[in-house]
């Protein structure tokens, strides 16, 4: 009995040794705390809106425990900025235990007060703590910007946005039957999830060729990966009533259809103008349809489409395709699996739609090998005339369905950048590209960057080959 008291008392006098060791706080020259980044960075943030979280890791890598004495939030109270320190919100966090080989959660997240100030202005701050006689510190930085939100409504008359600050469309904005709403050049229309612009009426979204004066449509999470996140908002979408629409120098990207005609069931009369012309337009990483129309007119010239679940459907109608660039590529959000240009003389319903297009100058290409990025709906092909000039197109073998002269078949663009990994895509040719010089001369000057057309041997595409 003696024996085992005395080992047991030896156990014991050990296990306290060993957790009196281990509790011991590191001291002295050496001891020293990193952070997994020494900032957090929030880009452009809509006032009264609160943001994704972020946060960084405090480590301890040294072999005894950390005492950090203190941890606070520059501003206080006060600060836009709000933590959370391993589950605990707060601004001033006292004698935080970390452990060696351990580390600790700071959470960040922002949320800025409303003004009157239209640019964009910086909110900083900073969250420092102490330990062992030292301080770390990791800046805190937003980018903040004064937004005009709009709730769901119907706009009954004539109305402008303008491009003195960002538009946030909070739901589905409808423009009525007896309205146009007027974009001006510059103007960035954000959205919520699933929020549209619906078009009874008139849209005249007139951007321009140089820097800062394209119109921009898309999702209102700027953070990453959100913001190159397909199926982010619901896009446009023109109804029965609505005629007599422009979209020029445009940019619209992450929605789930990026723009939709759909609505229409009566005949389409010979002499119709378009109901939607496309002009230098750049429509793409829409998770179902970049453009999608039904028993429409429209004309679409020097645009681009591209990296969507289908580039261009066409279900019955009339349409004119000028100087455009279909291509559709596989990345982490899109992945393709389906044609960039569908054909049918049906609607959705299998409504009775005949399809007339005329197509002039294009590129529609794709990256899957097996894939022909032209189609034709077998069940409908005997009410689809298309014709096909001067266009690089990509399939297995020349369609039975539709005409085709001096087209070029299966031939690699040469697009300048293909970067999937990256998402960075830079869709001009290059000089050894098969659509350079191959294009028929027609009454169209410039290109989708404004960017003189050579008025003999032009390029096929939305983009001009400059040497």
Known sequence: MIRKLFIYGCCM??????????????????????????????????????????SFKIFNNNTQPVQISRLTLGGGDQSAFKINVNGTPGTSFNDILLQDKDSIYVFVTVRLPASAQNSPFNAL???????????????????????????TQTLQKDTTWTSARPIVLMGDVHVGSQATLHIEKGTRIYSQL????????????????????????????????????????????????SQGNKLQCVTLRNAINGITDTSRTDPISENEPPNIMLEACQIGNASK????????????????????GIALRLM??????????????????VYHTDPGLYLAGQGSNGEQYPLQLTAVNNIIYGDNTSLDELYFDEMSSGKIKADFQNCLLKAVSQPAVGTYKDCIWNEDPGFAVI????????????????????????????????????????????????D
Not at 33 to 51: P, R
Not at 289 to 298: I, K
């Open 194 to 241: 699933n929020a549209r612009l619906w078009v009874d009426g008139r849209l005249l979204a007139l951007g321009g060729y140089n820097k800062g004066e394209q119109i921009l449509f898309t999702n209102n999470r700027l953070d990453r990966p959100y913001s190159d996140l397909p199926g982010s908002w619901g896009g446009i979408v023109f109804g029965q009533q």
């Open 13 to 54: 006098g050990m296990f306290i040794n060993f957790a009196c060791k281990k509790e011991q706080i590191a001291t002295g020259a050496g001891v020293y705390l990193f952070t997994s980044q020494d900032s957090i960075k929030f880009d452009t943030v809509f006032t009264a809106t609160v943001q994704i979280t972020q």
């Open 125 to 151: 701050d900073s969250i420092e703590f102490q330990y062992n006689g030292q301080t770390g510190k990791v800046l805190l930085s937003a980018v903040g910007q004064n937004a005009f939100f709009l709730q």
């Open 289 to 308: 349809q970049a453009v999608l129309l039904q028993n429409s007119t429209a004309r679409i010239i020097n645009c681009l489409l591209y990296n969507s």
């Open 419 to 466: 970067d999937n990994q990256r998402f960075v895509y830079d869709f001009r040719v290059l000089g050894n590209s098969a659509a350079v010089h191959q294009g028929r001369p027609i009454n169209i000057q410039f290109d989708l960057n404004h960017e003189l057309r050579s008025g003999s041997t032009p390029t096929i595409g939305c983009l001009e080959f400059k």
């Open 316 to 333: 019955g109608g009339r349409y004119d395709l000028i100087y455009s660039t279909i291509a559709s590529y596989s990345n982490d959000h």
